[in-house]
């Protein structure tokens, strides 16, 4: 008996080859050819512009080739399931793939049935999916929901023949673990506004209700009454009745209701009309060095909302960082209006919104099988608490005290392979390895390619090495070649708009050849990374597709840098670091050695100038001498170790033996 959703896969994909009229004996040859590639590199050597052209009939060969190389089982298993612990985070690199963004074309939206067939092009362990629930706004990061799945990520042809939407989802977990690939999501302790989260249990939000003429608190209330609970529940009244009320219209038991999404869909905007008629409105998340809660102000009448304001831990003004369109859950209660609390009137954990929040990651494991969770919005989570058990916050912000119930409660029922990595643009892995993160983000991408970035590159790994010396469970910091808020114009760090092609290159080359032994670094990449295209700050933030460049020379180099580092990997998981060797601030080169000879690792980090030459000077003599340029994959044996040119951002391996 087969698994449901790979035969239903199969019988939809050539029905509608046939639909179309497309010659069958075509897409078996491609098929087949698909197949044999992958056999012969354990990859598929395409950009994804042209995997996503081919027919999904075509993959079947692949499809049935990995089922039966896994045994024809009844259900797909993780590569890592069942493991000790979650070490394997620290030996994984992973990807990122907003799936909406993965259109055919920047005005046609993916689906994960199409987003699958890129799998076996990517050179990576794991993949971050990004939030890929009915959002608001069409920013994917302000979640409505952790149950309905947005119709934007969703294949129509294959919904309409019968593949639900968790069925979906299933799928392109289940090949990515054919794969050997782990699979993980964001988790984000937020939801929009007027998510139907919020809508559908009140009680884990922070509730206002202006007054008809908008221009005071219902009541003439000030904030800090309305926020006792008594007046809380009032409210959460109000919001229940006005959705029941919607529902009974819809006939719906409530709006998350599996197999009614157009009638959802409805009944959750026709709420939302309601409560903000009736002037009810959630309280939205605090800025980043927010204090205590956002101070309601005053509303806007032409804009009909209500303004807040954002004072820092300062006592600044930070409303051009606040996130209007996303409210917190209410982790905590007893919190002051701008203002940091103090230990003496602590924050209170409501520990009713913490078993819901701790609860989202198991659900989606039984539906889904992640292997790991991500969190978004942890990066200050420790310089945000006011006691150093990090249990009570200076803000809305989730603390560490929740981070580790959430993670514990992910890695219970004897699940302790679950993997947590945290969106910590630091490189404080000790304190957060405490709760239970395997991985931080890093801050590399912040950094230009320099001197410096190389120097504390390498600073870091024998950080990393000390901290996985210790007996328990590794943890990394992953190096990330692109991040997907690189676009953001506040950072405004897009590598490939940067640097151009070698530039990613050498992000890359980085990534993969910095470390050694137990402080080989974790790569981070995005979706698009291998074949030039950017564009997915914008997919995150708006229904388009990145418009794929399909840029061959990025392509090869990605795939024989990749090759380079797979050849070369045993020799690393067992070198030693031995020295580091500046040349002028043009270029630099780190040696390491094992029990083969030395590896010597050369690159320029100017991005348009030449260095003449580079002399390995440190080695005297030597038996033999090959060099490798991880771009091409060309290499050649050397009778002096001295490269007479390195073109911009270009760089070379040397293998020696002594």
Known sequence: MGIKHFDKFFAVAEKLALK??????ELDVIGRRLLEDYKACGHIVMMPHDILKIDNYSFIPLLKHLLEKAGNPDKILSPVEGQADSSWMADSSFCFINIRGTGISPSVHGDFINAAKLLPALRVDAIHLAPFFECALEIIYGVDSVTVIDE?????????AG??????????????????????????P??????????EHPEYFRWLKLSKSREELDGKLTQKEMLTEKEQVKIREQVKTHRDKVLKKYGLKNLEQPGKDPETKKAHYETIDELIAAGIWTIPSHTWKGAGLPEYSHYVEDQEFPEFKYLSTDGEDHREHAFGTLTPFRF???????????????PVPNEETIKYFTGIFPALYKKFRFDYLRFDYVDHVWDSIIDKAGKFPISDRITPYVLKKTISKARS??????????????TDINIYKKVGFDLLLGDDILRPINLSLIKDTLRLNKKIEKLNSKKGRKVNIQFAVDTHDSGHPLFNATP???YGAKGVGLRMFIARFSGWGSAIRSKYELIGNHDGTTGLYLANNKNVSVEWKSDKEMNDM???????????LPRLKKAEFVSFTPIQRKAAYWTMKDDEGLMVFVVNLTQHANVPAVLIKEVKIFKSAKIINPFTAQHRMMSHLLINELQPHECRIILIQV
């Open 558 to 568: 990605y795939h024989h840098l990749e090759d380079t580092y797979a050849r070369l």
């Open 163 to 188: 593949m639900k939407a968790d069925d979906q989802v299933r799928f392109f977990t289940d090949v990515a673990h054919l794969l050997k690939m782990t699979v993980g999501f964001d988790i984000e």
């Open 496 to 498: 490939m708009l940067l």
């Open 20 to 25: 179309k009229k497309k010659n069958i004996e």
């Open 190 to 199: 937020h939801t929009s506004q007027f998510s139907r989260i919020a809508i």
């Open 152 to 160: 934007n990520t969703l294949n129509p042809d294959f919904l309409k």
């Open 413 to 426: 029922g004897g699940k302790k392979y679950i993997g947590a990595m945290a969106e910590r643009m630091g």
């Open 332 to 346: 905590y209660d007893n919190i002051p209006l701008n203002r940091v609390p103090k230990e003496t009137e602590a």
